[in-house]
Nanobody, 123 residues
Framework: QAQLVESGGGLVQAGGSLRLSCAAS??????????IGWFRQAPGKEREFVAA????????YYADSLKGRFTISRDNAKNTVWLQMNSLKSEDTAVYYC??????????????WGQGTQVTVSS
């Protein structure tokens, strides 16, 4: 079994920061290298890519519109990936999902998904 659990969402004022966590557990993640991506989905909108990170943590990818405000990082010893979100805007309000690809490199989509965590930014 493989499980991804997001946490760290909540209500924050515009201009504030949040750090989301994605904890991976299960045999698949303990046995294989995996890349992690974050996506988000706002009400009435399609799910969109936010950021991703390769297994080695050295290669990261971001949606162009989010570069400079969001930072993805990981600690493989803790099987955890973080998404640091700064200077939050009301348009960042969404449910944030992490997804894992059983691959050392990110290829654009994941094999497993978490349940999501709500981020609400008040203006």
């Amino acid at each position: 079994q493989a499980q991804l659990v997001e946490s760290g969402g909540g209500l924050v004022q515009a201009g504030g920061s949040l750090r989301l966590s994605c904890a991976a557990s299960g045999r698949a993640f303990s046995s294989y290298a995996y890349a992690i991506g974050w996506f988000r989905q706002a009400p009435g909108k399609e799910r969109e890519f936010v950021a991703a990170i390769n297994w080695d943590g050295l290669s990261t990818y971001y949606a162009d519109s989010l570069k400079g405000r969001f930072t993805i990082s990981r600690d493989n010893a803790k099987n955890t990936v973080w998404l640091q979100m700064n200077s939050l805007k009301s348009e960042d309000t969404a449910v944030y999902y992490c997804t894992a690809s059983i691959s050392s490199t990110w290829h654009g989509r994941g094999d497993y998904w978490g349940q999501g965590t709500q981020v609400t930014v008040s203006s």
